[in-house]
């Protein structure tokens, strides 16, 4: 088990070193460059050259990565272009807030689906069944931005200002500055309605998925078993039906991160939310070199990690899968 | 009722017999296609998807007015008989917006999945086919684009290609999602092909001498139609969804060009006092993703019971 683990954390070099240096050469071959946008309109050729020169910017390309990476490899993620700030010390204060937002937006998703998907597989073809799926089908057409609207309107705009409708409050402990607000009453405050828009799209899809392998497995022979044996029904749909039903379940939540991340993308972008989504697009969009680097690896080592961990849930799971 | 589970196969009442077992259709594909028309499910996503082609298509006869024209005596109407989803910030009708916005998320739905199996089925087949280094050549390019997050992809390239408006545009945004989605099709293909090419039909095949081209689209493809189809109606869904998101950061079709992603964001900053400005592009997503979906569904249940 060790042994594959250290494997698979080995192998996310390759995977992590493809992403960053097709976003690398993507990111170059758009027309332009942030230079121009750094001097202003009233940039001399020089002042451009200089500036370039200044930031490796006239190397070739693969020289230009080259250096990157062994900047990297000494910890060091390069400076932003247009800020001048350190790239790895905007990605270590903005990443708390997306991780906040993810793990609440997984919370709301199970306590959604798993529910809903054991009354409708349990209750099959009643109307708690019919509600479940239709409510379902209904949550996967919506796009995580329209749903985090409705709730704006509905919480924001309609209850008179109930939710704050942009902005953040940090929690203690995670405030980059010394202006910024921190309590924990006003974190929940801003980080429900995100959460709760990006926690329903997924909890639509996961209940559907779940619903469909829960119908399988309570019609094996070792739910029937267990339920001869006298066990009583609550242990034998939580322990020898959902457990198993879980397995598909999560392979599909592995692969929905890449959903994920574009979903906070979103729903940052909507909340106006201090975390690596809002972070990424701006520095893309602004064609900020450095920055899109340290947002393409920082997303690639979750996306290759929490792919990692959707592994090893399997053998919690299922005991009989086992990686040698 | 075996294959049951839909809630729709659920409500033909109990004793009344399919008749699709007693011989009236045989073929897979018939008792498929009648399948589907017993599935309600399909039948309200099929009519769903019809209102929208018809709507996309005549949107210069529907729309009751221009969705570029500029009206600065009519800006922020609230809905009326003389614009039923009211005005913007620029006067313009908001359902003749929304009408034609129709047009830019089908045609980018369905093109972009077209342009991605017209890509990822033949490198699909070839790679399953014939194997070897062929197959860890192909698969590797697709690896490195599934390694990545959909949406950094999809945003990195639209970047790239510099969003604008009209045809242009719409295609721009048609091609940075087929690329994304091209290894979803070749792995699926793929997949299909190691197991359909151990067949005795194929093996026949090789020994009266046909060639690799027509084993290939003669027989291997249509016998891994069905997989195809399901993902290729759900993925118009996925698409129009990922279109709608990438207009909503602003990476989509420009305007003037009617984009219902563009019309919910450009209208967040009125929502206080206008917010069915955001409300009718935003339903008109749902409903449409919805349609899509609910008829891939149907499709899946009727094509392939055992994908469920």
Same mark, same amino acid.
């Given at each position: ?93 903005? *990443? ?6 993810? &793990?609440?937006? #997984? %919370? ?5 689906? @798993?529910?809903? =998907? $054991? ?122 039906? *959902? ?6 379940? &999560?392979?599909? #939540? %592995? ?5 994920? @991340?574009?979903? =906070? $993308? ?59 | ?308």
């Amino acid at each position: 088990m060790r042994v594959y683990v250290l494997k698979r954390l080995i192998e996310i070099v390759p995977t992590v070193l493809a992403i960053t240096f097709v976003v690398f050469v993507m990111m170059r071959s758009i027309p332009g460059d942030p230079v121009v946008a750094l001097l202003g309109d009233g940039y001399t050729e020089e002042d451009a050259v200089r500036v370039r020169a200044e930031y490796g910017l006239d190397k070739p390309l693969i020289v230009q990565y080259g250096i990157w990476l062994a900047k990297l490899a000494r910890g060091d993620w390069g400076r932003s272009i247009l800020s001048g700030r350190p790239v790895l010390q905007d990605v270590v204060i903005r *990443l708390p807030v997306t991780i906040e937002l993810i &793990v609440l937006s #997984m %919370g709301v998703a199970l306590a959604i689906s @798993i529910p809903a =998907a $054991i009354i409708g597989a349990l209750r099959q073809n009643t109307w708690a069944d019919y509600t479940a799926t239709t409510v379902a089908m209904i949550g996967v057409s919506i796009p995580e931005f329209f749903i985090g609207v409705l709730l704006l309107l509905v919480f924001s705009i309609g209850l008179g200002g109930l939710l704050p409708s942009s902005g953040w409050v940090y929690l203690p402990g995670t405030c980059p500055s010394m202006v910024c607000g921190v309590s924990i009453w006003g974190n929940m405050q801003h980080v429900l309605m995100p959460a709760f828009a990006l926690g329903v799209a997924r909890a639509a899809l996961l209940t559907r998925i779940l619903r469909a392998s829960m119908l399988e497995v309570v019609r094996t022979e070792y739910v029937t078993t267990a339920r001869a044996k006298g066990l009583s029904e609550r242990p034998v749909v939580l322990k020898h039906a *959902l457990k198993n039903a879980l397995i598909p379940t &999560v392979t599909v #939540m %592995g692969l929905q991160v890449g959903f994920l @991340i574009g979903g =906070a $993308i979103v729903v940052e972008t909507l909340f106006a939310m201090p975390g690596l989504g809002t972070f990424g697009i701006d520095a893309i969009i602004a064609r900020d070199y450095q920055q899109v680097q340290g947002f393409a690896l920082i997303t690639a080592i979750a996306f290759v990690v929490i792919n990692l961990l959707v592994d090893l849930t399997y053998t919690f799971l299922d005991p009989r899968i086992r990686y040698a | 009722m075996s294959g049951g589970g839909s809630a729709q196969e659920a409500e033909i009442p109990v004793g009344i017999t399919l008749p699709a077992r007693t011989g009236r259709a045989n073929s897979p594909l018939a008792q498929g296609l009648y399948r589907l028309g017993r599935s309600t499910t399909a039948l309200i996503g099929a009519a769903i998807v019809i209102v929208l082609i018809v709507v996309a298509g005549f949107a210069d006869v529907l729309a009751p007015g221009s969705p570029t024209a500029n009206a600065p005596a009519h800006t922020f109407e609230r809905p009326s008989w003389d614009h039923p989803l009211g005005t913007d910030q620029l006067g313009r009708d908001m359902l003749s917006r929304v009408i034609y916005g129709s047009r830019v998320s089908l045609i980018v739905g369905v093109s972009s999945v077209l342009l991605a199996l017209l890509l990822g089925v033949p490198l699909g087949l070839v790679a399953g086919y014939y194997g070897g280094r062929v197959d860890t050549a192909v698969m590797r390019v697709m690896d490195i684009i599934l390694a990545f997050p959909i949406y950094l992809l999809a945003i990195i390239l639209m970047v790239m290609f510099t969003p604008t408006a009209g045809l242009l545009g719409t295609m721009k945004v048609t091609g940075a999602i087929a690329i994304v989605r091209i290894p979803i099709y070749a792995r699926l293909v793929r997949g299909s092909v190691l197991s359909i090419k151990e067949k005795e039909y194929i093996e026949a095949c090789h020994a009266l001498g046909v060639r690799d081209h027509w084993i290939l689209f003669g027989h291997v493809l249509p016998n891994c139609l069905a997989p195809i189809i399901v993902t290729t109606t759900l993925g118009i869904a996925t698409s129009i969804i990922v279109e709608a998101t990438l207009s909503f950061l602003g990476l989509g079709t420009q305007p003037p060009t009617p984009s219902w992603g563009w019309d919910l964001k450009a209208n967040l900053a009125f929502i206080q006092d206008n917010p069915w400005l955001s409300l009718f592009p935003g339903l008109a997503i749902f409903f449409t993703v919805l349609g899509f979906n609910l008829f891939g569904d149907g499709l899946r249940d009727a094509l392939d019971p055992r994908l469920k």
